[in-house]
């Protein structure tokens, strides 16, 4: 485990459900970030939160909806998603840039 | 907007021998960052770059940064199977902005 803990592991949805992607760190990290990984693309940044706060959204669409209770939790939102939306989502926290991030495990998300 | 390029995207090596991973990129970056990747897992931090001239080793991998010339590279030294791999660099655009910007990543099969 890297400190950083990503449910479920894996997701199977249809494109009319409603789901969650958790995150949690307590690594002490005051920034928390989105990341989706799709075969054939380089890793996007989809959303950032700094003490809670977000301060980057990479133009992600509008059913991809994040939330950020605390410093120590982030949740990704889906619905009414489309099957190129199948991918691994990536969380991750930092201390700052100097530190680089620290990921988790990630979410297998398919959807059908 | 920051672009990151690495090649080569893959690399078949055999052990013992030696070889460069490159990454380019497009504009200033302040930091540049380089993880590694296991087949289904999650990205694993290896080197932080935060100044011109930065070199860091860890066992078998040298990272170095020359931001003059906006190139990074990862260097394997007598390579040995454990490095399969794949490997990303990713830098940091600045101006306030916290997220990292990857590339597509380096592919990298060593054979015994």
């Known amino acids: 485990e890297t400190g950083v803990t990503q449910t479920p592991r894996h997701l199977v949805m249809g494109m009319t459900n409603k789901k969650s992607l958790k995150c949690e760190q307590h690594l002490g990290h005051n920034a928390m970030y989105w990341y989706k990984q799709s075969a054939k693309k380089p890793l996007e940044l989809m959303f950032v939160y700094n003490f809670k706060e977000q301060t980057e959204n990479n133009s992600v669409p509008s059913r991809f909806s994040p939330e950020c209770p605390n410093s120590s939790h982030l949740f990704l939102h889906l619905h009414t998603l489309q099957p190129e939306d199948s991918a691994l989502y990536l969380c991750a926290s930092s201390q700052g840039l100097n530190y680089g991030y620290t990921f988790g495990s990630g979410t297998r998300l398919t959807v059908v | 907007e920051l672009k990151v390029e690495q090649n080569p995207l893959f690399l078949s090596m055999q052990e013992g021998k030696n070889y460069t991973i490159y990454c380019n990129y497009s504009?200033?970056?302040?930091?540049l960052y380089w993880y590694r990747q296991d087949p289904g897992k999650s990205l694993e931090s290896l080197f932080v770059l935060l100044s011109n001239g930065a070199v860091k080793q860890e066992g078998r991998l040298m990272a170095s940064l020359d931001t003059k010339a906006r190139l990074s590279t990862l260097h394997i030294t007598a390579a040995v199977h454990d490095l399969s791999a794949t490997y990303f660099c990713a830098g940091n655009s600045g101006g306030g902005a916290d997220g990292l910007t990857f590339g597509k990543g380096t592919h990298l099969i060593i054979q015994p």
């Open positions: 504009t200033t970056s302040d930091r």
